[in-house]
């Protein structure tokens, strides 16, 4: 069974920052892609920052500079270490597991989801 859980949300003041976590069980982190993304409510779900396996990355816009994914294979853990937070990147962030290399945006491309983390980022 795959289990997925984030944590290292919380309430922050514009210019912080925050590192998420996300502990994965059943699922071994490097033979596949992993990513994170957010969510608003009333909103689509939005891909921040993949992974490859080959540890290759990609971010969407919006968080190239501000944010770094990376992760750690001893503990199976993914993070997403996030700079400079501005009140729009409000949401909840989630984690999430797919097969394949390369690392991807997509929400299609992943079967497995963590329940979400709150980010709040106050002006």
């Known amino acids: 069974q795959v289990q997925l859980v984030e944590s290292g949300g919380g309430s922050v003041q514009a210019g912080d920052s925050l590192r998420l976590s996300c502990e994965v069980s059943?699922?071994?982190?490097?033979?596949?892609?992993m990513a994170w993304f957010r969510q608003d409510p009333g909103k689509e779900r939005e891909g921040v920052a993949s992974i490859g396996d080959y540890g290759n990355t990609i971010y969407t816009p919006s968080a190239k500079g501000r944010f770094v994914i990376f992760q750690d294979g001893v503990k199976n853990t993914l993070y997403l270490e996030m700079n400079s937070l501005m009140p729009e990147d409000s949401a909840m962030y989630y984690c999430?597991?797919?097969?394949?290399?390369?690392?991807?945006?997509?929400?299609?491309?992943?079967?497995?989801w963590g329940q979400g983390t709150q980010v709040t980022v106050s002006s």
């Open positions: 059943g699922y071994s982190i490097t033979s596949g892609r």
């Open positions: 999430a597991a797919g097969f394949g290399s390369s690392p991807r945006l997509n929400k299609r491309d992943y079967s497995y």
